[in-house]
């Protein structure tokens, strides 16, 4: 790993990892390969495994390109997660400015001078754009995905001045998995009367991973974060987030409960009209779901069997998150 030099730089890229070393390879590619003085830039790899192969990536590129950026390779201490790597990788950055990204991203060559221009005395953070090419009909997963790029401030591509993470306290480690880590940076940013402005021409490529069957069940636990976020940042979440209670869920999720319940109950009659009143909320939430997306078989049962699936998930993972960190029904 390259070695600090004496003079401080102009930002600190803050990257966290965990056992993806050939994502890792191509992103820290990209960040050599920027279009500002390898001196006014130090790029830390927070590993969050931590596992031979990413130091193995961070040491080859540092032996590559020792008149490059100063790479540093840092191992979060006791908590985990993407929120906790990134809070030890701002700690230990030696910037008056930190760039964050992930290990997924393709940053634009100019990605850090164009940060850096919009970074203007009173701005205390930048958003940057996030690019997420999808194809025409992309199946359910593929454009669930590509709402990142619309997200108003995500981790994927931001500048924060050290000083504004010092006045917040960083990330909140509570946030384990990627999910609402970064908008709750946001929430606290601006409940502290903090200036963040957007930056279009800061741009990082976000390819979208492949996924395997009905990969949308398993992204409904990421719920159990909104009840954190909801509860720390009640006014903004309903303003940003969700503007209300989650009612097609809840009705879905009510009328197949009785439906089953009345059905054990012997109670035939009500048990058919519940079953018919979940079948159409369920048949109308595919045919939405379905509107735009991939055609293809595997594409359709997917949507089918988490058309059926997603609302008692969603409202489940809710309980749970309530059941964690109180508050109410984000």
Same mark, same amino acid.
């Given at each position: 790993?390259?070695?600090?030099?004496?003079?401080?730089?102009?930002?600190?890229?803050?990257?966290?990892?965990?056992? @993806? =070393?050939?994502?890792? $390879? @191509?992103?820290?590619?990209?960040?050599?390969?920027?279009?500002? *003085?390898?001196?006014?830039?130090?790029?830390?790899?927070?590993?969050?495994?931590?596992?031979?192969?990413?130091?193995?990536?961070?040491?080859?590129?540092?032996?590559? /390109?020792?008149?490059? *950026? +100063?790479?540093?390779?840092?191992?979060?201490?006791?908590?985990?997660?993407?929120?906790?790597?990134?809070?030890?990788?701002?700690?230990?950055?030696?910037? =008056?400015?930190?760039?964050?990204?992930?290990?997924?991203?393709? =940053?634009?060559?100019?990605?850090?001078? $164009?940060?850096?221009?919009?970074?203007?005395?009173?701005?205390?953070?930048?958003?940057?754009?996030?690019?997420? =090419?999808?194809?025409?009909?992309?199946?359910?997963?593929?454009?669930?995905?590509?709402?990142?790029?619309?997200?108003?401030?995500?981790?994927?591509? /931001?500048?924060?001045?050290?000083?504004?993470?010092?006045?917040?306290?960083?990330?909140?480690?509570?946030?384990?998995?990627?999910?609402?880590?970064?908008?709750?940076?946001?929430?606290?940013?601006?409940?502290?009367?903090?200036?963040?402005?957007?930056? *279009?021409?800061?741009? +990082?490529?976000? *390819?979208?991973?492949?996924?395997?069957?009905?990969?949308?069940?398993?992204?409904?636990?990421?719920?159990?974060?909104?009840?954190?976020?909801?509860?720390?940042?009640?006014?903004?979440?309903?303003? @940003?987030?969700?503007?209300?209670?989650?009612?097609?869920?809840?009705?879905?999720?009510?009328?197949?409960?009785?439906?089953?319940?009345?059905?054990?109950?012997?109670?035939?009659?009500?048990?058919?009209?519940?079953?018919?009143?979940?079948?159409?909320?369920?048949?109308?939430?595919?045919?939405?779901?379905?509107?735009?997306?991939?055609? @293809?078989?595997?594409?359709?049962?997917?949507?089918?069997?988490?058309?059926?699936?997603?609302?008692?998930?969603?409202?489940?993972?809710?309980?749970?998150?309530?059941? $964690?960190?109180?508050?109410?029904?984000?």
């Amino acid at each position: 790993m390259s070695q600090p030099r004496e003079q401080s730089p102009q930002v600190s890229v803050v990257i966290p990892t965990r056992r @993806r =070393p050939a994502l890792l $390879r @191509r992103c820290l590619e990209a960040l050599q390969a920027q279009q500002i *003085p390898a001196e006014s830039v130090e790029i830390l790899v927070c590993d969050d495994g931590p596992d031979a192969a990413t130091l193995e990536v961070v040491e080859s590129l540092a032996q590559r /390109c020792p008149d490059g *950026p +100063v790479l540093r390779y840092l191992v979060p201490g006791g908590e985990h997660g993407p929120a906790a790597a990134r809070n030890r990788g701002w700690r230990q950055a030696r910037a =008056p400015v930190v760039a964050f990204t992930d290990d997924d991203t393709v =940053p634009a060559s100019d990605w850090l001078v $164009r940060g850096l221009q919009a970074m203007l005395p009173g701005v205390s953070a930048v958003s940057g754009r996030i690019i997420m =090419p999808v194809p025409p009909r992309p199946n359910d997963y593929e454009r669930d995905a590509s709402g990142l790029a619309a997200a108003e401030f995500a981790t994927a591509n /931001c500048f924060v001045r050290r000083e504004a993470l010092e006045k917040v306290n960083g990330f909140d480690p509570r946030f384990s998995i990627a999910w609402r880590e970064d908008s709750d940076l946001q929430f606290s940013l601006m409940e502290a009367g903090l200036m963040i402005v957007r930056a *279009p021409d800061a741009r +990082v490529l976000h *390819p979208i991973r492949p996924a395997g069957f009905a990969a949308s069940l398993r992204m409904q636990r990421k719920i159990v974060f909104d009840s954190l976020l909801f509860r720390k940042h009640p006014k903004f979440y309903r303003e @940003r987030i969700r503007p209300g209670l989650p009612w097609f869920y809840l009705l879905t999720t009510l009328a197949g409960s009785i439906a089953v319940g009345c059905a054990l109950a012997g109670a035939w009659k009500a048990a058919g009209a519940s079953f018919g009143l979940w079948v159409l909320l369920t048949a109308w939430f595919f045919a939405r779901r379905a509107r735009g997306t991939s055609r @293809r078989p595997l594409d359709l049962a997917d949507l089918l069997v988490t058309s059926v699936l997603i609302p008692p998930l969603s409202i489940g993972w809710r309980v749970v998150g309530m059941a $964690r960190f109180g508050g109410g029904i984000p």
